[in-house]
């Protein structure tokens, strides 16, 4: 059966929460991410989800917590003024292993700066927007389909690993109008989070290192406690160093045991390139199409590295597809992914093309940019 719809990236993040099965909703209006609110206000009746427009975006994330510790699948969405007031709980979630799913819809920053706009400059929020160390999943699709089984993948993620989960699109990904053939519920996985089959003490946060806690909800029958504050295996307040280390080891080590699992990304024309393009998101395409024009012109044997994981890092991921190749990295912001590229290709040469005027980096500039480095 033809399956073909027109939807926008934020219409596609809607489906794909209700198909992941997201029950719960909190968030506050602000562009460009609005859509994912007014469609969840109106999908999630029909499957007895419950929909909340908040008095604020702290409240918002507040509000997805506490129905996530009650037992539902979360999600509330934004844009990078909203994600500037929602770290705080971001990192109660963290600390406390909340399942969650917080979408950012990036605009021109900083403050207020161009609602209207497209960027991609806060994937380094995403990684250090709250404060402390801590792990953290992020991933930014580009193309239709993928932002639809992304969206899945972020629940399924959150679940599986207890934590939150931040889906990164930017305008140009969130506002554009293209068909999609969007797959069947056959063709893609459902994960749910595990509970314990009994619960023997009230030790919930205490596990193997490496695994995420294995603990009830609340309204199970367990007193359980969570909180803010580091905490012991009870989930009470401790300071002992010894207990904090393990706490914290914890939470890492159950990402960075599984970054396998968590980390996706695609390459296209990357086994014959001259040079590997580094784009995420709407950049991705541009830089598809920029290939594309480039080797049907017969012209420089370009390809692309395309990170949808953007946190963790893809390191050996990138390492592999890149080889000994030079790097031009094609972002919306000032450099910001380009250092981590740097970090990790440490004997590359890496090139940047770099644009933060709310204008997007058309396949054109990058084709530009291209022969600029092939002639110097």
Known sequence: MNNVKIRSGNELVVEGAIAAGCNFFAGYPITPSSEIAEGMSR????VHGIFIQMEDELASIGAVIGASLGGKKVMTAT?????????????????????????????????????????????MQARWGTHGDHPV???????????????????????????????????????????????????????????????????????????????????MGYPIHIESLEHNDYGYPTTNPEIVEVQQRRRLEKIERHKDEIIRYKTHYTDDAELVIFAFGSMARSALEAIETLRKEGGPKIGLFQPITIWPFPEEQLKKAVGE???????????????????????????????????????????????????A
């Open 137 to 219: 999943i992020a991933l930014a699709p580009a193309f239709p389909k993928e932002v639809f089984l992304t969206t899945i993948d972020a629940f399924n993620l959150a679940e599986k690993f207890m934590t939150p989960v931040i889906l990164l699109l930017d305008e140009l990904v969130g506002h554009s109008h293209e068909p999609v053939e969007l797959p069947g519920p056959d063709e893609y996985e459902i994960v749910n989070r595990k509970y314990p089959e009994k619960l023997e003490t009230l030790e919930i946060y205490k596990r193997e290192m490496g695994k995420p806690p294995l603990r009830p909800d609340f309204f």
């Open 43 to 46: 999908e999630l009746p029909k």
């Open 325 to 375: 190749k030079d790097v031009l990295v094609v972002e919306l912001n000032w450099g910001q992914l380009v250092y981590e590229v740097e970090r990790v290709l440490k004997t590359n040469k890496i090139h940047s093309l770099l644009k933060m005027t709310g204008m997007p980096i058309r396949p054109d500039e990058i084709i530009e940019k291209i022969k600029e480095i092939k002639n």
């Open 79 to 123: 844009s990078g003024p909203g994600f500037s007031l929602k770290q705080e709980n971001l990192g109660v979630a963290l600390i406390a292993e909340v399942p969650l799913v917080i979408v950012n819809v990036m605009r021109g920053g900083p403050s207020t700066g161009l609602p209207t706009r497209g960027a991609q400059g806060d994937v």
